[in-house]
């Protein structure tokens, strides 16, 4: 079992539509959680932190539930510029090296 | 954006040869990483740095050699290429804050390493 699984997609939605990622991780001692974001042949950027009580950057909104060992994004009123591959990214402990990336989710707005 | 750039950013190389990657950043940050991304994978983190001279390896560092002399540059030196290092190498950088790693990395845009 990989330690963050993601589901690969694609998601095909219309522009506007709301959609939602999740995203599970394996190792109950991580600590830290964020999403990337990562338009294609392009690095990975932050998108955001993801905190245990759950916050938001406009349209984007992260949650954490760490009894079921899974964090969500959504996206509401989704724009033709959302469309990317968004990655799970979970830290373990304060190490520098124990940061486990998902392997993405992609996504795809229509016009 | 962060300032970090890599070098180059794109090499075709035959199996066999050293190759050496650079990552250079403007930012003055403790912590460096070299990852690679591959399809069905998420990035692999190869060899980081916490400091000048001060590296230590990651998941997948077999065949990979880093060095640091200077804050801002990071190198990854691929010993002997071979096919199965044809990949996409990103370099991150983070701060550190009260002697740890910060939580958030920002990436350089990439190196895209073909081995024929």
């Known amino acids: 079992r990989k330690e963050v699984e993601q589901d690969p997609g694609p998601f095909n939605v219309p522009e506007g539509a709301t959609v939602a990622f999740n995203c599970t991780y394996s190792n109950s001692a991580s600590q830290s959680f964020f999403w990337y974001r990562q338009d294609c042949r392009k690095e990975p950027k932050l998108l955001m932190s993801v905190y245990s009580s759950g916050n938001e950057d406009g349209r984007f909104t992260a949650q954490l539930n760490r009894a079921s060992q899974y964090i969500s994004l959504l996206i509401r009123d989704s724009k033709l510029s959302d469309s990317a591959t968004y990655l799970c990214v979970v830290r373990l402990g304060s190490s520098a090296s124990k940061i486990i990336f998902g392997s993405g989710t992609r996504l795809s707005i229509r016009p | 954006d962060a300032g970090i750039t890599q070098s180059p950013r794109h090499k075709v190389t035959e199996t066999g040869t050293p190759v050496t990657l650079r990552c250079h950043q403007t930012?003055?940050?403790?912590?460096m990483y070299w990852y690679r991304q591959d399809p069905g994978h998420g990035l692999r983190l190869i060899h980081y740095?916490?400091?000048?001279?001060?590296?230590d390896k990651g998941e997948v560092s077999d065949g990979y050699s880093v060095s640091r002399s200077k804050t801002e540059d990071f190198l990854l030196t691929l010993e002997s290429a071979t096919s199965s290092q044809t990949s996409v190498y990103f370099c991150?950088?983070?701060?550190?804050?009260?002697?740890?790693?910060?939580?958030?990395?920002?990436f350089g845009p990439g190196t895209r390493l073909t081995v024929t």
């Open positions: 930012e003055n940050h403790r912590y």
């Open positions: 991150a950088i983070s701060e550190s804050t009260s002697g740890q790693a910060s939580y958030e990395q920002y």
């Open positions: 740095s916490y400091g000048v001279k001060d590296t």
